[in-house]
């Protein structure tokens, strides 16, 4: 489909009202219907919005914070990590950089059912995504150098990941055990038949004593 002059005008680089962004948003197939499938899309690229999702998950625009959650629901549905580490708002006909400053999606609630081998992690993240920690899903566990703490990540979708909230964190550590992995003795967690290695057994030792 050739894109037409007027729809080139409202292009989102000069978005500047909330219903702007709504408009974004109702461009997209299945907008309030889940996320869309943003990975079958190729627009354009229309230049940066400024826009952030800072690191407890909070969205601003233009420095304001967007409180209504529906739309963040909305504007999450459409949101697509690339190969360049970026991430954007995308639909069909356009493309939008926006700032993330750590990870899209905080994790804030979790359950575990099962134990061993059948052990499984369900988490829920600030914007209503349900995802079950497994070899779709992965954990991730990252030293968080400036306060020598730990950090761990969920894949949500894509490479959109979410960041497990700290009393989330202490609830998911107290599932770890002491499990070989590549012929170390490492602290950890199952989920779905998966092992995610938090730290070597020796260090939790060492923090321990």
Request: proline fraction near 6%.
């Amino acid at each position: 489909m050739i894109e037409r002059a007027e729809d080139r005008e409202e292009s989102l680089t000069a978005v500047a009202e909330a219903r702007g962004l709504e408009a974004l948003i109702s461009r997209a197939a299945r907008a309030g219907k889940g996320p869309a499938p943003v990975e079958r899309w190729n627009p354009a690229f229309c230049g940066d919005l400024d826009m952030e999702i800072r690191q407890d998950g909070t969205w601003f625009y233009l420095g304001t914070l967007i409180g209504r959650m529906p739309l963040v629901q909305l504007f999450s549905s459409v949101l697509r990590k690339d190969e360049d580490g970026k991430t954007y708002l995308v639909t069909p006909v356009e493309r939008v950089g926006i700032r993330v400053a750590d990870a899209p999606f905080i994790a804030v609630e979790m359950d575990v059912c099962g134990t061993g081998d059948g052990q499984a992690i369900t988490f829920r993240t600030n914007v209503g995504d349900v995802v079950e920690a497994g070899p779709d899903h992965p954990l991730r566990f990252v030293d968080e150098d400036a306060t020598g703490g730990l950090k761990p990540y969920v894949l949500v979708r894509g490479r959109l990941e979410a960041l497990v909230a700290r009393p989330v964190m202490y609830e998911l550590v107290e599932h770890g055990e002491e499990i070989e992995v590549g012929g170390r003795r490492m602290f950890a967690v199952r989920s779905k038949g998966a092992v995610y290695p938090i730290m070597p057994a020796e260090k939790l030792q060492r923090l321990s004593a």
